[in-house]
């Protein structure tokens, strides 16, 4: 099993800031995720956070918007950039074991105002 | 991503057993059926999955219909715990470390 934290649980930001997302897991993960929960709807991917070379972003996604760093095997950083208030969303870290099955962080709260 | 179809919401009285369905009628044969739930506030957790024979663990079992179109979660006595969404998923067996790919899934209220 994994124990993922993330940092913050929630936060509220001014439109045109960025904010920073941590993603702490308690042992090494090869596959790193980051997904989008908006209001009432389901989970959406947004890009696998690659060890050592770029993350893979899923349709509709772009790094200019959604930065992500994966400095090492246990840690992982989504910023999301230039914020307006359709980015307020739970953003959640996900890993996934050789066994299939996944992890998901608690998610971070973003309300953008 | 062969894609999965289940009831927006069901209601459950407390104590009473609980069938969760999905249909999901372009599986391919090496597909595993995964369900997760996702508790109020709360990130999704696993629940349970199988590739063709019945499943079961201590959260709940897993029934596979016999040509894989459908499967259906049973929760043997729903407690005001349960209550949370419950997705089913798809997911190839090639390989362990795939993304999880979310449908809309159901909504489950359980009633006191």
């Known amino acids: 099993s994994a124990v993922i934290s993330q940092k913050p649980s929630r936060d509220i930001c001014q439109r045109g800031t960025s904010l920073t997302i941590q993603c702490q897991v308690d042992s090494q993960v090869t596959m790193m995720f980051w997904y989008r929960q908006q209001p009432g709807q389901s989970l959406t991917l947004i890009a696998t956070?690659?060890?050592?070379?770029?993350?893979?972003?899923e349709s509709g996604f772009v790094i200019d918007k959604f930065p992500i760093s994966r400095p090492n095997l246990t840690f992982s950083t989504l910023t999301v950039s230039n914020m307006s208030p359709e980015d307020s969303s739970i953003y959640l870290c996900s890993v996934v074991d050789r066994n299939t099955e996944a992890f998901f962080g608690q998610g971070t709260r973003l309300t953008v105002v | 991503d062969a894609k999965t179809t289940q009831p927006n919401s069901m209601e459950s009285n407390e104590e009473e057993p609980v069938h969760l369905p999905c249909n999901h009628s372009?599986?391919?044969?090496?597909?595993?059926i995964h369900w997760y739930r996702q508790l109020p506030s709360q990130g999704p957790e696993y629940v349970i999955h199988?590739?063709?024979s019945n499943v079961n663990n201590r959260m709940a079992s897993l029934a596979i219909a016999e040509d894989r179109k459908s499967s259906t979660l049973i929760l043997h006595r729903a407690t005001l715990r349960d209550a949370a969404v419950y997705y089913c998923i798809l997911r190839e067996a090639s390989g362990g470390y795939q993304k999880v790919t979310f449908g809309t899934g159901t909504k489950l209220q359980v009633i006191p």
């Open positions: 956070a690659n060890q050592g070379s770029e993350a893979t972003y």
């Open positions: 199988g590739l063709t």
């Open positions: 372009t599986i391919s044969g090496t597909d595993y």
